[in-house]
């Protein structure tokens, strides 16, 4: 469903990094630590995990564009980047004190299986933190979308994100219980969407990114125009063309591996 990486950029990297910096700050990453951040995409979560001092961060994910994408990033920091799946991490076990993964755990076939690669290739006592956009309500970009999709095409209803996995408060929490994890800890990460027109919030839907974008691109030219239509009605309340901000929430989790 991500399958370019300046298209996705524009669709959700840029959210993504906004929320990492809380999201490292939630997971408790520290001076010194090894951390590996799986599903890594562009970096967003890897390059702000390598803003704390003395860190060596690890990003890995299975698209190896983004990997590319990632890695003409660097700049001298202290990151490097490989190709590899979250079902079968390419580490040694232990090798990190942190492992961390954001707005991944809900597209994996096995996410139980990723947890517990996550589990096997961090320290005893280490971390390992995830999380997920809110699919439900807390989303209010993809909200808005699909709340004029399903008007436009009923049949929208069976594409939308909140019915994934993983995506409302707790679900996070009973998976980490569940694979071992102790002290586990689930907090709400929310932040601002900004967007300086309208167009700069629909055009990323037409760069065919994620499940939003695949319905986008499977419509006729008259389905898309009525869809457009409608939410630039919405959006700019009938008015002329403006900024204007929709809330992201996001439900993370935090747990410490067994001694």
Known sequence: MFSESDGYDRFMGRWSRRLAPPMVAFAGVGEGCAVLDVGCGTGALTFAAAEIGSVTVTGVDPAEAYVDTARRCVRGRSVSFDVGSA???????????????MLVMNFLADPAAAVREMIRVTRAKGVVAAAVWDYGEGMEMLR??????????????SRDERAMPLCRSGELGELWRAEGLSEVEERALTIDLDFGSFDDYWEPFTFGQGPAGSFVASLSEPER??????????LLVGGPDHSFALRARAWAVRGVVAP
């Open 87 to 101: 079902l079968s991490l390419p580490y040694a076990d232990a090798a990190f004190d942190a492992t961390l993964s």
């Open 225 to 234: 125009r009525a869809l457009q239509a409608r939410l630039r009605d919405r």
């Open 144 to 157: 808005v979308f699909w709340d004029e999709a399903v008007a436009v095409i009923p049949a929208a209803a």
